[in-house]
């Protein structure tokens, strides 16, 4: 079992900029418990969405085209922790954000590749 929280969610104003946190405990200390974090949000009423993946084993990340050249995913290995850096923030960026882990893949942008979730960090841009 991989637990995930995730943090740092807030009203924010257009163009400012935040970091969302998810930190991973459980069975995370075990070698190849997790081969990738994503990113998902959720609007209301929208279905949820990809927006960035990284690999834990090489580093490479995605982003959704929505988000390119704004937000950025990194990782910090040895904390267990996934980060979401995300600036030049957007109105329609406003979203419930979800750290995801996949124990099976090393990367995939498609939800049901994750095997937990967290419940998510609600942010709100405002214009």
């Known amino acids: 079992q991989v637990l995930l929280e995730e943090s740092g969610g807030g009203l924010v104003q257009t163009g400012d900029s935040l970091s969302l946190s998810c930190a991973a405990s459980?069975?995370?200390?075990?070698?190849?418990?997790?081969?990738?974090y994503g990113w998902f949000r959720q609007a209301t009423g929208k279905e949820r969405e990809f927006v960035a993946q990284?690999?834990?084993?090489?580093?490479?990340?995605a982003v959704a085209d929505s988000v390119k050249d704004r937000f950025t995913i990194s990782r910090d290995n040895a904390n267990n922790k996934v980060f979401l850096q995300m600036n030049s923030l957007k109105p329609e960026d406003t979203a419930v954000y979800y750290c995801?882990?996949?124990?099976?893949?090393?990367?995939?942008?498609?939800?049901?590749?994750?095997?937990?979730w967290g419940r998510g960090t609600r942010v709100t841009v405002s214009s």
């Open positions: 459980g069975r995370t200390a075990t070698s190849r418990a997790v081969r990738a």
């Open positions: 995801a882990a996949s124990s099976l893949f090393s990367s995939a942008k498609v939800q049901s590749a994750y095997d937990y």
């Open positions: 990284i690999n834990l084993e090489s580093g490479r990340t």
